[in-house]
């Protein structure tokens, strides 16, 4: 190549200083895994009356509801925003949760 005026390739350099927001280079994601209790119709409607769910660190009540419906049939025919309780009291969506809380769906009932 005598002549050749061509600039030394430089896509070594360019590369290491690129990161793609597809990959993070943060550290493990951290989950913790509630107990989900269903109970009368809700428990017939999915087949069980409890299951552990696992959700990213800081999920509240409504990333829970969206976790489950997002699974499909049959837990697509929950509310979407249930009676819910955690730890036994009563709850709104935007309650945070911790490990091994205890998150109760509480289905309508009518009386008379």
Do not use: C, W
Not at 7 to 26: D, I
Not at 30 to 35: D, F, G, H, K, R
Not at 77 to 91: F, G, I, K, S, W
């Amino acid at each position: 190549m005598t002549g050749s005026t061509a600039k030394p390739h430089r896509l070594a350099s360019t590369t290491a200083t690129r990161r793609s927001p597809r990959y993070p280079t943060a550290g493990p994601s951290v989950t913790l895994s509630v107990n989900a209790l269903f109970f009368a119709s809700y428990r017939d409607l999915v087949g069980t009356g409890q299951m552990p769910v696992e959700l990213g660190e800081g999920a509240t009540v409504a990333d829970l509801v969206e976790e489950l419906r997002s699974r499909g049939a049959p837990f697509d025919a929950l509310p979407a925003e249930p009676a819910v309780a955690v730890n036994r009291t009563y709850a709104f969506l935007d309650e945070p949760l911790s490990a091994d809380d205890e998150v109760a769906f509480i289905p309508p009932v009518a009386g008379g």
